[in-house]
């Protein structure tokens, strides 16, 4: 599956966050090469999200190093942006913007960022829009679309900048169950591509399938970090045990 | 039970006894008042010296011209529209500078947003007006304007700016307002602005968007839907603001109706004939606030 000499994509070293007094994040080592796919798994609170957002620095981490594709990423990095394109990112909550078209939505990054033309853009889009199977909404507004649908143009969105790395933060947990499916399935197709991708879920399934390595996480450390099969058959640590007994065990 | 039958009709609403004796009280109230200016203070009404004011038969050129309450509803109207044009720069701006981290910029906004709240509206137009007709003006050359210059001498220019003669008295107006009210615009656009939920800014900024284009593309545009409404409203209270300008002797409708009032000594008609001036053009811009607003909200579905 993964490649031994695959270059390393994201490598967090002793990464630590506090809000306020309380510390959020606590020596986060975590590295994943090209082409990667890791699962981020653990009791709510347990700093997933906050770690993933550390990446593109919407959070922004107080010690330790983040590098992306070899560059340091700080709060004083004058040229964040340029990082940020390179990371593609889905929200729990869609994030999709109200005020505009599906397509607008799409098209917004790349005619900003990469200074390409409205027609490009606009093929683009097209393109990510039929792989997300959802070209026929190009001219509505996201809030004509249901949720799953609106998680998928989310998601042609971040593909639009051909990020180097997809972040998904818990894209499944705000759907109805009968959405879920459609959105996972666009993820493993994705995963299938080669995409490298750091998924925080509770989707066991997908993990199970997908995943090359599954990070568990609790109170702001990670605690295990294993092979799919290996972490739900037979987790090491206590904390795991109790967690996959809780989300398995009714 | 049939499931294509009509629903039952809603109750009707009827005016109750409550209703007309309220009614009836406001009237008598009105008819008391009048009663009281008629036979107390001994009034004699004579509305045609002050319609006089608002059109008058020219007799050189034998046609019907507009007086001055006419000259002075135009330049509140354009006082109106250039004032909400600056105080919604300056709003939009300011509005944006009290959300930012930079704390420099976050003590002008606030600096400025509490200067002109906790004075009064007088107090601050008496001092700001002092320091832009003493030192701007003199500076930007206003007052040395060439009246017969090609950009000037023509239609538009009159129309937007009105009589060239008076630019530095009407420009002086516009300032003052712009930046009085554009305070409370201020306040209203930061609102809206902190009113955008906080994933738009992360999702603006993680397909790397520059700070400028998160801002543009993505915040301000349903930052200002939001605060349509509200920006409606303060911009038919600039219309009623715009009479305070009178006080440093901006040519407009309440500073010629002060005259009209002493020329004619017809006091009260011409003030009722001033506030019902007024509110035709703010009920006026409400309607038209209303509208658009039916119409932003269907085109948004």
């Known amino acids: 599956m993964l490649d031994a000499h695959a270059k390393p994509l994201v490598e967090i070293t002793g990464m630590c966050k506090w809000y306020g007094d309380f510390s959020a994040l606590f020596d986060i080592n975590l590295t994943v090469h090209e082409g990667e796919k890791v699962v981020v798994c653990g009791p709510s609170g347990s700093g997933k999200s906050t770690m993933i957002r550390c990446i593109n620095q919407l959070e922004a981490h107080q010690k330790g190093t983040i590098r992306v594709d070899g560059v340091e990423v700080s709060p004083e990095l004058k040229n964040i942006e340029g990082i940020r394109r390179e990371v593609g990112m889905v929200f729990q909550s869609f994030n999709l913007f109200p005020h505009m078209t599906i397509l607008d939505n799409l098209t917004l990054g790349p005619t900003r960022n990469r200074g390409i033309s409205k027609k490009e853009a606009r093929d683009l889009a097209m393109h990510y829009l039929e792989r997300v199977h959802i070209a026929e909404q190009a001219e509505k507004y996201p809030v004509q679309l249901s949720g799953g649908q609106q998680q998928r143009v989310a998601i042609a969105r971040a593909l639009c900048m051909k990020p180097k790395v997809m972040l998904f933060d818990e894209p499944t947990s705000a759907l109805d169950p009968e959405m879920i499916a459609g959105v996972l399935d666009v993820m493993i197709e994705l995963a299938e591509e080669g995409m490298t991708m750091i998924v925080v879920t509770h989707e066991m399934g997908f993990a199970r399938k997908v995943a090359d390595r599954v990070v568990f996480m609790d109170q702001g450390e990670i605690i295990e970090v294993a092979e799919p099969e290996q972490f739900f058959s037979n987790p090491q640590s206590d904390r795991a045990q109790l967690f996959l007994s809780q989300l398995l065990g009714h | 039970m049939d499931r294509n039958s009509p629903p039952p009709a809603p109750p009707r609403k009827r005016l109750t006894i409550v209703d007309y004796l309220l009614f009836a009280s406001v009237i008598g109230l009105i008819v008391f008042a009048s009663y009281r200016v008629n036979d107390v203070l001994v009034y004699h009404w004579n509305w045609s010296r002050v319609f006089g004011f ?46 930012v981290d930079n704390l420099t910029l976050r003590i002008i906004s606030r600096s400025y947003v509490e200067l002109v709240r906790n004075i009064p509206p007088v107090v601050f137009i008496f001092i700001f007006y002092f320091f832009i007709s003493s030192q701007l003006f003199p500076a930007l050359g ?52 902190q009113a955008v939920p906080k994933g738009q800014w992360e999702a603006a900024r993680a397909i790397g968007l520059s700070r400028t284009n998160v801002l543009k593309d993505v915040i301000l545009p349903q930052a200002l839907r939001k605060i349509l409404p509200p920006m409606a409203g303060q911009f038919i209270t600039l219309i009623k603001d715009s009479a305070i300008v009178s006080l440093i002797s901006i040519q407009e409708l309440t500073f010629l109706a002060t005259e009209v009032a002493a020329t004619t000594t017809k006091v009260f008609e011409t003030w009722i004939l001033v506030g019902a001036m007024y509110f035709v053009l703010c009920y006026s811009f409400a309607l038209l606030f209303a509208w658009l607003e039916r119409r932003a909200a269907r085109s948004r579905r």
């Open chain 2, 54 to 99: 608002i059109i008058r038969f020219d007799e050189e050129t034998g046609s019907w011209v507009a007086n001055l309450l006419m000259y002075g509803l135009a330049t509140t109207l354009r006082l109106a529209v250039w004032g909400t044009i600056f105080a919604t720069i300056i709003g939009i701006l300011m509005g944006y500078w009290r959300t």
């Open chain 2, 142 to 193: 206003v007052d040395d304007i060439d009246r017969d210059g090609y950009i000037v001498n023509t239609w538009a220019f009159w129309i937007l700016f009105g009589d060239p003669a008076l630019l530095s008295n009407f420009l002086a107006g516009v300032l003052c307002l712009a930046m009085f009210e554009g305070a409370y615009v201020t306040e209203i656009v930061r609102a809206g602005i």
